[in-house]
């Protein structure tokens, strides 16, 4: 048999060398968890999720003590949802006439459900109060709701609570387009979930990128709007005021209008401030050159606050609430775009006072 050349041998042992190298690198970021590659927003999102029929998805029925981490923005929440997937555990739905739609500022993300508006409004009544957020939601799925629940238990008042990101394009199937993107990228191939891959792509991304975000004096992160993906969430979309978008959101709200009059339901309307335009100051002095995306989010809400008043609902854009008190206390989560507890406690005050007025 003939001999391995030395020159040979001496490659093979190095290669050898490497990969065992490379072994002992990943099995410790795999039983340390120290450097193990964590998960993305989406896979986060869909081990919270299944799929339905009308909504598109919803959160899972009967969670539990159901524990979500997001390392990367250091938050977290503990979910607990009712058979219908929403955090109403022990509220009953015929006997409550108060109902919150919205997404996820309505819902809670990153808050425990004792702190988000609803309960607050709730505590403060000392009535059950039905909270039917959910993240990711938009008009089409806030319309879906109307028809099924508010159609169906009748409450007396409901606040509907949109955001900036609601003044999107349109589309009755988006439930199911969100289900099934969030599927697809929950699944990777075995290399991508490797330290080592994560370690290299997160390196190249990092020196190759144009910075998407900046870090405000308050230690906020702000988002360059102009820069953030259509489907990331962050804001409007940027050609909303000169797409057909602008006409289908606000044909949606006039429906939901005429849908709350047929059942004798008051509605009450709140326009939810994106972080970047509570904190619009520190916007413009970040991105001087980007702050068109801003003015349509005002715009948009300017006219459909026209809409609700002209059908004698009122509207209240809490955008120059969270403006007043963002130079006294962080409103938000530092690197997350949802408020935090502080956030709450001023939309809960300020529905709270116009209910109070109404």
């Known amino acids: 048999m003939q001999k391995i050349k030395p020159w040979l041998q001496n490659l093979l042992l190095m290669l050898a060398g490497i990969i065992v190298g490379l072994l002992i690198v990943e099995t410790f970021a795999i039983t340390t968890g120290v450097a193990a590659p964590q998960k993305s927003k989406a896979q986060i999102f869909y081990d919270f999720i299944e799929p339905d029929a009308q909504l598109g998805y919803k959160p899972k029925s009967n969670l539990r003590d159901f524990n979500t981490v997001w390392k990367e923005a250091k938050v977290a929440e503990v979910a607990n949802t009712d058979s219908y997937g929403f955090r109403n555990v022990g509220r009953d739905y015929t006997k409550s006439n108060l109902y919150f739609i919205g997404d996820s500022f309505t ?17 403060e009544l000392k009535q059950p109060v039905i909270n039917l957020g959910v993240p990711g939601y938009s008009f089409a799925q806030y319309e879906t709701l109307f028809n099924e629940f508010i159609a169906k238990y009748k409450p007396n008042t409901v606040i509907l609570s949109i955001v900036a990101n609601d003044l999107t394009n349109y589309s009755a199937d988006i439930g199911k387009k969100i289900y099934n993107t969030l599927k697809e990228r929950s699944f990777s191939p075995w290399y991508e979930k490797t330290f080592l891959y994560q370690f290299v792509l997160k390196n190249n991304k990092t020196s190759l990128q144009v910075p998407i975000s900046k870090e405000a004096k308050n230690g906020l992160t702000l988002f360059n709007l102009s820069l953030a993906q259509p489907e990331s969430g962050i804001g409007v979309d940027s050609d909303y005021l000169t797409s057909d978008g602008v ?51 005002e715009v948009g809400y300017q006219r459909l606050c026209a809409i609700a008043t002209s059908e004698e609902v009122t509207c209240v854009n809490l955008t120059d609430n969270f403006r007043k008190n963002s130079n006294q206390e962080k409103l938000y989560f530092d690197i997350d775009g949802h408020w935090n507890f502080a956030g709450h406690q001023l939309a809960a005050k300020v529905i709270l006072n116009t209910l109070n007025n109404s």
């Open 107 to 123: 819902w809670g993300q990153w808050v425990s459900e004792e702190k988000t508006f609803p309960r607050l409004v709730e505590s």
């Open 247 to 297: 006409v289908k959101v606000e044909a949606a709200l006039s429906r939901i209008i005429k849908l709350s009059k047929e059942n004798q339901v008051k509605l009450f309307v709140f326009l939810v401030p994106s972080k970047e335009s509570s904190y619009i100051n520190d916007y413009i002095e970040l991105f001087p050159d980007d702050i068109a995306l801003l003015k349509n989010e």
